[in-house]
């Protein structure tokens, strides 16, 4: 069994930055994809940013040129470093890891609000 558990949500202005944590705990040998997603009150969740296991990364385009995620596998930390954020951006962001069987372990999200 695979835990998430997300930090570094908060308050931000209008064209600042944060990074979200995602910490793993479990076996996550059999992790293919790790991923970012969020939902906004009334909208439906949506893919932010994802890592496959050899490396490549995908993004959502209204992030793209802003976010940028990472791991660090030694620590089972990945990695959501939030630049130039928008009042677009404020949603519950949830991280996830897609196994092998294409099951989907959710983290219990972390509140993004950008704001003046």
């Known amino acids: 069994q695979v835990q998430l558990v997300e930090s570094g949500g908060g308050l931000v202005q209008p064209g600042g930055s944060l990074r979200l944590s995602c910490k793993a705990s479990?076996?996550?040998?059999?992790?293919?994809?790790w991923g970012w997603y969020r939902q906004a009150p009334g909208k439906q969740r949506e893919l932010v940013a994802n890592?496959?296991?050899?490396?490549?990364?995908n993004y959502a385009d209204s992030v793209k040129g802003r976010f940028t995620i990472s791991r660090d596998n030694a620590k089972k930390i990945v990695y959501l470093q939030m630049d130039r954020m928008e009042p677009e951006d404020t949603a519950l962001y949830y991280c996830?890891?897609?196994?092998?069987?294409?099951?989907?372990?959710w983290g219990q999200g972390t509140q993004v609000t950008v704001s003046s």
């Open positions: 479990g076996n996550v040998v059999n992790i293919n994809i």
């Open positions: 890592i496959i296991k050899g490396g490549l990364t």
């Open positions: 996830n890891a897609e196994d092998t069987w294409n099951y989907r372990h």
